[in-house]
Each structure stands twice: as C-alpha cells, then as structure tokens.
T-cell receptor, first 111, second 120 residues
Framework: ELKVEQNPLFLSMQEGKNYTIYCNYS?????LYWYRQDPGKSLESLFV?????AVKQEGRLMASLDTKARLSTLHITAAVHDLSATYFC???????????FGEGTQLTVNP | ETGVTQSPTHLIKTRGQQVTLRCSSQ?????VSWYQQALGQGPQFIFQ???????GRGNFPPRFSGLQFPNYSSELNVNALELDDSALYLC???????????????????FGPGTRLTVL
C-alpha cells in the first residue's frame, strides 16, 4: 500500500524567510503533484512532476522530485502572507490515475 | 472550457439517511474520481469511474456507491449515513488516456469546488 508522508505538518514562518516542505512516499511512482488548499476551498494544482530530477518553479515556490529517494520538496523563497494555506503532495499510481495524498502542511506566514 | 462542477455545495443530513452528490466533469474528460476529505486531513480516494465503469476503489464500505453517465457526469451515493461521513467530498476529472507532454505523460486531475456534507 502506497503511503505518503509530509513534514512538517504545521509551519509558522516570518515573511521574507525561506523554508522547505518534504514529501516522502513508500513505493515507486512516476508522477508527483503539489496542491494548495485555502480554508473551506477545493484543491488548486501547483506543480506536476513527472521524472527524476524534475524541477519546476512558479513565483516564490519551487518543487523538485527525486524518484530514487522517493522524495519531493516544495521550497518557499522569501515567504509572503498570501502563501498562507495548506499544501498537499499527492502521488499517482504507476498505472491509472488514482492519487494518494499526504496529510498536508499547514503554512502560516506572519508579517 | 468548462471546469468541474459539483452540487450541492453544502448539505446537512441525519444519521441513517441517504445522500446523493453530483459532479459534472470538465469538458472532454471521461474519467471521474471521488475523494473524501475529513477536517484536517488529506483527501482519501473513494473510487474512480472511466467510461461508465468503476475503475478502482479505495478502502470504503459498500454503502458508498457511484455511477457515471454517458455524458461522463457522475454521482456519489452514500447510504446509512454515519457521523464520520461528515467531510468535504471532492470530485476530480481527467482525460483517462495519458496525454504526452514534454518529457513524460500524466493524468492531471482537475478538482471541483467540493460538497460539504454534515451528518448530525
């Protein structure tokens, strides 16, 4: 059974600081997704990572994937308050499109 | 391109009742997946429908059932509601067949706004 673990689960940081969220998963997969969720809202797709060594950046967020280590990271650069949300990683099955999600990282960026 | 829509947005039921949630997939998508998200947790896969057939099921009891229609819209039915069924129910659609893009293929799922179910 595929297991996905994120850490930390809670992250409080100051504006302007950098930090990294980690996503570990237990079995082989060739697709890793990062989503953002605001309170009471649905999931917003941030990144799709498809191959070992893949790196994608959008604004202050950068995601990477190491399939050999079964690890993805979401790096936050110079955080701003608007980034406050819960971030989920999700791993896709090798076949089919079922996603297994991590528990989420609740990020709070303080002024 | 029309996105994924769900109805209703909110619903309150009592224990033992039955509920039907609806989802319209994004235009051109033939696969619909349903997820349950309890408060403070990540979404959990319930099941998936591809071209009107169930195509995978998570660890949910048989009282969770579904349908997919010829237009690829879908319903999630839950019988004999329990308090623990209170959650946000998310529907996601994707194209089913892998789409090749750049260095790899993927089945990116697009999520609807969700239905908030409260069981009293």
């Amino acid at each position: 059974e595929l297991k996905v673990e994120q850490n930390p689960l809670f992250l409080s940081m100051q504006e302007g600081k950098n930090y990294t969220i980690y996503c570990n998963y237990s079995t082989t997969s060739d697709r890793l997704y990062w989503y953002r969720q605001d309170p009471g809202k649905s999931l917003e797709s941030l990144f799709v990572l498809l191959s070992n060594g893949a790196v994608k950046q959008e604004g202050r967020l950068m995601a990477s994937l190491d399939t050999k280590a079964r690890l993805s990271t979401l790096h936050i650069t110079a955080a701003v308050h608007d980034l406050s949300a819960t971030y989920f990683c999700a791993v896709g099955e090798t076949s089919g499109s079922r996603l297994t999600f991590g528990e989420g990282t609740q990020l709070t960026v303080n002024p | 391109e029309t996105g994924v829509t769900q109805s209703p947005t909110h619903l309150i039921k009592t224990r033992g009742q039955q509920v039907t949630l609806r989802c319209s997939s994004q235009s051109g998508h033939n696969t619909v997946s349903w997820y349950q998200q309890a408060l403070g947790q990540g979404p959990q896969f319930i099941f998936q429908y591809y071209r009107e057939e169930e195509n995978g099921r998570g660890n949910f009891p048989p009282r969770f059932s579904g349908l997919q229609f010829p237009n690829y819209s879908s319903e999630l039915n839950v019988n004999a509601l329990e308090l623990d069924d209170s959650a946000l129910y998310l529907c996601a659609s994707n194209g089913g067949a892998d789409r090749s893009r750049g260095t790899g293929t993927y089945n990116e799922q697009f999520f609807g706004p969700g239905t908030r179910l409260t069981v009293l």
